[in-house]
């Protein structure tokens, strides 16, 4: 598991996808990986004064440098025409927001420049990098020049293995999930076919899916032979 500072969130942290980001972090990473969350600064101006700063996540690797995370939850809407951000919350109400990347941006050469003044990192080369989080939508495609679909993370980078455990009468528990059978309570999430295979429809990254579905390979080779066939015994 990643380390993580500090090791919980503050607990008047309103976004409920920070919470879930911390939890994958924490348990995604191996420790090697060192993550700040919600990490604060005071950052000069353009008029050389100070301003406030914060920044969702950053994540240290002793090989790979920092990352700077900005996270945007809700229903996360962007018109390029205008360039305006706006986030629906759960009550179906759209707030407007700034612009994430720009953020995102800010805050990493904030840090850098923060860095290369102190006399405890100066001597130091950090290779830096940006990055925004939507872990509630499907981003689908680039959103623009200054956010190419590799800085972003959303729904679809997310996923979870199930696992189904019986809990016996003599207190005994045993692994059951090869004999479960899975389907999709909601097929514009998941689909789930006779075969027994599960995609995600491709609408769910924009117009340019539609007509198409998502695979995610997430076991072995034998089990993804087992699933090709029956995807040809299905005529898929």
């Not at 405890?120 to 680039?142: C, E, H, I, K, N």
Request: contains cysteine; negative net charge; glycine residues 8%.
């Amino acid at each position: 598991m990643a380390r993580m500072y500090p090791e919980m969130l503050r607990h008047d942290t309103a976004s409920d996808a920070e919470r879930r980001l911390f939890d994958a972090f924490h348990e995604g990473f191996s420790d090697d990986w060192v993550v700040f969350s919600q990490v604060r600064f005071l950052a000069r101006n353009r008029k050389g004064g100070a301003r406030d700063g914060e920044a969702d996540f950053v994540v240290a690797h002793p090989r790979h440098g920092l990352l700077v995370i900005e996270v945007k939850g809700g229903g996360i809407s962007h018109d390029a025409r205008t360039g305006r951000w706006t986030s629906t919350d759960r009550d179906g109400v759209a707030h407007e927001i700034k612009d994430p990347f720009k953020q995102a941006a800010d805050n990493m050469y904030d840090l850098r420049r923060k860095l290369q003044e102190s006399e405890l990192t100066r001597g130091f080369s950090y290779p830096m990098a940006y990055a925004v989080a939507f872990p509630d939508v499907w981003a689908g495609q680039d959103l623009g020049l200054e956010a190419p679909r590799e800085i972003v993370f959303d729904k679809a980078e997310q996923t979870r293995k199930l696992k189904v455990v019986a809990h016996w009468s003599d207190g005994s528990q045993e692994d059951v999930t090869p004999l479960c059978r899975f389907r999709s309570n909601d097929e514009s999430v998941a689909l789930v076919d006779e075969a027994g295979v599960v995609t995600t429809p491709g609408n769910g990254f924009g117009e340019a899916g539609e007509g198409y579905v998502r695979f995610t390979v997430c076991v072995d080779k034998e089990r993804l032979r087992e699933v090709a066939e029956r995807i040809r015994r299905a005529k898929f």
